[in-house]
């Protein structure tokens, strides 16, 4: 078991039932109720992250969750969200639509991210009707936004329309597809952040990872702590999750949805294949 827990929070109001030996409920009751009231695809996924050690809860308990040193993994229940994401899993769907929707999922979960985690000045302004008390994103404290290279500039395409104050480290790493081990081969990171840098990086698919352990690697590295980064990707998988549960504690995961398996290629399963290939036409 993973020395440290994370919590994945899914689209469902009910907490998704561990296994024995981790049990929540208070009752095998309760535990009868929920396991025939969930969606199946979401218990497939919990037992599967369960038995790495990850303890799985619903949405509604977002607010009241004190993430301490654990990861926290969301998945927004939005259906916009549920939308983009079935439109990526289409195989029919051809590549300037596929990026599309990639972009604009990023854009939903990159909103989901900075909520209550942006920088702000307050003060006041005059209105054509007097004067009101505002709220800002403070521009002087910019979000960095780390996409991995191919696949994560589709999904983060939207990042300055959405943040008012942003700037853009890319970061090239290439997976062997023999070995899985991932390898730089750019790097634009700035040599050191500055004190308190928000960072989001961008992953498309969390699959073994390989790619995102190096990418938040580099970025500790360079002086930022494990609460101030958020990832984002389209679809998660358990060995990534179980892996950034083990080296990042307090990190925080927005997932457009989360799968069961990784096939021994490193694909997730049902996953929406090669995201990078499907968002450029290659």
Known sequence: ????????????PYRLPPDPSLSLLPSSTAASFYRQNLNFHYKKISNSIQRRGIVVCSMAAENKVMSGNRMLVFVPPHPLIKHWV?????EQTPSPIFKNAMSELGRLLMYEASRDWLPTITGEIQ????????EFVDPREPVAIVPILRAGLALAEHASSILPATKTYHLGISRNEETLQP????????DKFPEGSRVIVVDPMLATGGTIVAAID?????????SQIKVICAVGAPPALQKLSEKFPGLHVYAG????????KGFIIPGLGDAGDRSFGT
């Not at 078991?1 to 469902?12: E, F, G, K, Q, R």
């Not at 079935?86 to 289409?90: F, K, P």
């Not at 209105?127 to 505002?134: C, D, L």
């Not at 390898?183 to 700035?190: E, I, W």
């Open 1 to 12: 078991m993973a020395s440290h827990h994370s919590l994945i929070y899914t689209p469902h």
């Open 86 to 90: 079935s439109v990526l899993r289409n």
């Open 127 to 134: 209105s054509p009707m007097g004067v009101a008390s505002v």
């Open 183 to 190: 390898s730089v081969y750019l790097n634009k990171l700035p």
């Open 218 to 226: 580099l970025i500790k590295e360079r002086g930022v702590d494990n």
């Open 257 to 264: 949805i989360l799968d069961p398996t990784v096939n021994d």
